[in-house]
């Protein structure tokens, strides 16, 4: 079978990172910027950046519908600005989100003096590398919600159907695992 073909959103951020983290856990990373690159990809990543910025973008290119659309179909992983974009709830201040995912999410919540850091956390028992860059906290998780990884008592990654958000940078770390779980989760709604 094909690889999964996995589109990055590349309006602002650190989309080439998710690019190339992509293409070592397996799949065919892509560039979108419009609805119509949507209709060619199995799964989507909303990057890191700036969340004000990217919905403003998202918003002057028209592209709130078809990517609230392309979510009720196919996966979406949102890693911290990304992961913003894809809560239900946005606070810190308010704004408006995709709300794919059941969860409240409080935008620059560490704080100034510590707004990035490089923690230790841990996945399915496994010790990993999280990369916060003024990270938000997410502060409610709903029912069909499944916390993967906590930091300091707060979820960091979580997988609410077939859907993901970390609020850290795992196309920082160096490793590849969490895009390969993403990877598979997309080949598997693919199939
Ligand atoms: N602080 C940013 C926001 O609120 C997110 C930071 C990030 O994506 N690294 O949008």
């Avoid at 909303?46 to 919905?55: A, D, H």
């Avoid at 028992?125 to 997410?138: C, K, N, Q, S, T």
């Amino acid at each position: 079978m094909a690889k999964p073909k996995i589109g990055v959103l590349a309006l602002q951020g650190d989309f080439e990172a998710h690019r190339d983290a992509l293409k070592r856990a397996g799949a065919e990373g892509v560039e979108v910027r419009s609805a119509s690159d949507l209709e060619l990809i199995d799964g989507l990543i909303i990057p890191g950046g700036e969340s004000t910025t990217m919905l403003k973008l998202i918003e002057e290119e028209e592209l709130l519908p078809a990517l609230k659309d392309f979510g009720a179909r196919k996966p979406v992983f949102g890693t911290c600005a990304g992961a913003i974009l894809l809560a239900s709830e946005v606070v810190n201040p308010q704004q408006r989100s995709l709300g794919l995912m059941d969860m409240s999410i409080e935008r620059n919540a560490y704080g100034r003096q510590i707004d990035s850091r490089i923690a230790p956390i841990e996945i399915d028992g496994e010790p990993a590398e999280a990369v916060f860059i003024r990270a938000p906290v997410i502060s409610r998780v709903g029912p069909g919600g499944k916390i993967l990884a906590s930091y300091q008592g707060n979820p960091v990654l979580v997988e609410e159907g077939r859907h993901l958000a970390a609020t850290f940078h795992p196309e920082l770390s160096g490793s590849e695992r969490i895009h390969k779980h993403f990877v598979r989760k997309v080949a598997g709604e693919r199939n």
